[in-house]
């Protein structure tokens, strides 16, 4: 049974800095993409980030390009979303994924999904 168990998110001021870390088990993934998500309240849940887990290939939304960084730790089954310089539009619930080595920014082709981990960026 694949688990994806999300953690660090929290409460920052604008300008600061989390790291989200995303433990997956169950599985291997080294044929797998694992992505970053995040939904706002009354929005759709949106591509962040995401990473090939054998070749390390990354993709970014261009909202976050330049302030996160995704990476991942393949002896530990972890991937790590660092986030940088904060803004309040950050605000969200922060999703893990895992799917498909092709599935890139498509939410679709994300089978699997951790519970999330709230993100709150004050002003």
């Known amino acids: 049974q694949v688990q994806l168990v999300e953690s660090g998110g929290g409460l920052v001021q604008t300008g600061g800095s989390l790291r989200l870390s995303c433990a997956a088990s169950?599985?291997?993934?080294?044929?797998?993409?694992m992505g970053w998500f995040r939904q706002a309240p009354g929005k759709e849940r949106e591509f962040v980030a995401s990473?090939?887990?054998?070749?390390?290939?990354?993709y970014y939304a261009g909202s976050v390009k330049g302030r996160f960084t995704i990476s991942r730790d393949n002896a530990n089954n972890t991937v790590y979303l660092q986030m940088n310089s904060l803004k309040p539009e950050d605000t969200a619930v922060y999703y893990c994924?895992?799917?498909?080595?092709?599935?890139?920014?498509?939410?679709?082709?994300?089978?699997?999904w951790g519970q999330g981990t709230q993100v709150t960026v004050s002003s």
């Open positions: 990473i090939t887990w054998s070749r390390g290939t990354t």
């Open positions: 169950g599985r291997t993934f080294s044929g797998s993409a």
């Open positions: 994924a895992a799917g498909a080595y092709y599935a890139y920014t498509d939410r679709d082709k994300y089978n699997y």
